[in-house]
Every structure is written in C-alpha cells, then in structure tokens.
C-alpha cells in the first residue's frame, strides 16, 4: 500500500514538473522493486535525461533492462556498465553485475575478475561471502576445464545457471 501510494505520488510529481530528475529516479526505483521493469526501464530513460549519471543510477539501469531482456545482459546493459564502472569502479553493484554480464557472455577469467575484487571489498563478516566464493569455486572449475579441454576442440559455453550469481542482488546488500 504504502509503495503504491508513493509511485502515484511521484508519478503526479513528474506529470506536474517533467523536467524533475530526482523524482524520475525514485520512480524508476519504486517501480522496479515492484516488479514492473519495463515501466521502470522508461522512468531511468528519463532520469538520465535529466540528471548527471551515476555509478548506481547506470547499474540499477542496467539490471532492470537486463529482467526485461530475460536476465541477458548484452548489448545496452553492458554498455550500462561498463559507464558506471568509469565512473565509480568500486559500486559494487555495478562490479557484481558486470559479473554475472561477462559470465553470461562466456568471458569467464573477466568474471572471475569482477566478483574476486568484490570479495575482496566485502567485510569479513558480510553474509554473502560464502555464496560468492561458491560462485568464484564454480567459475574456477569451468575455466579449468575449459583449460583442460583437448587441443583443436572448443570447451563447451558455460551454463550461465551453473555459476552466474542472480544479477547480483543475491550478492550484495544494497
């Protein structure tokens, strides 16, 4: 009830004032934690528009245009990215996403790279760590195999399924 109140009062603020950045990003917010990323994908159009961007505003982006995609991250959600990454290349948000993209892509040392670097920025007694060093232990385990593979053969694309963490949410915190 209480989202739902305040997505029709951002949305009133953006019908009365369209110029409004802020209010576009917090729509755009509100209406992907309600589940309606197509809807959300529209409000963050308008708020990079509107407003200088940010590493989390790309990331949040990014990860909503990839739920409408399927949960594929190629294309404009990489592109997503690896902006926020320039701008801020410790979000770690955008470096767990950017993750899971270059798993699904099958670049898989770059992956590696990614979600060992947001190991490594975790405090000590964040929960997430143990499921991410099972992530990293899967990768490790396709990057090994894909090295073992005989000569002239090609390792099999990796199982996005088998390894790739949940578009990062599952990772991170916030």
Not at 32 to 37: A, L
Not at 75 to 96: F, H, N, S
Not at 130 to 159: H, K
């Amino acid at each position: 009830r209480k989202l739902d109140q305040m997505i029709a009062d951002l949305e009133r603020r953006v019908r009365g004032n369209s110029e409004d950045g802020e209010a576009w990003m917090m729509l755009a917010g509100a209406r992907k934690f309600r589940g309606q990323p197509a809807e959300a994908n529209e409000a963050f159009e308008q708020a990079l528009r509107r407003v200088p961007p940010s590493a989390r505003l790309l990331a949040e982006f990014a990860e909503s245009l990839a739920i409408t995609r399927d949960g594929r991250f190629e294309g404009r959600p990489v592109a997503l990215l690896e902006q926020a990454l320039r701008l801020d290349p410790d979000d770690p948000k955008a470096i767990a996403l950017m993750g899971a993209a270059q798993f699904q892509l099958g670049n898989l040392q770059e992956a590696r790279g990614h979600l060992r670097r947001l190991l490594e920025s975790m405090p000590p007694d964040q929960p997430q760590r143990e499921a991410l060093r099972d992530v990293l232990a899967r990768i490790d385990s396709q990057i090994d195999a894909q090295i073992d593979a005989t000569p002239g053969r090609r390792a099999a694309t990796p199982d996005p399924a088998a390894a790739a963490p949940a578009t990062g949410s599952a990772i991170i915190t916030g």
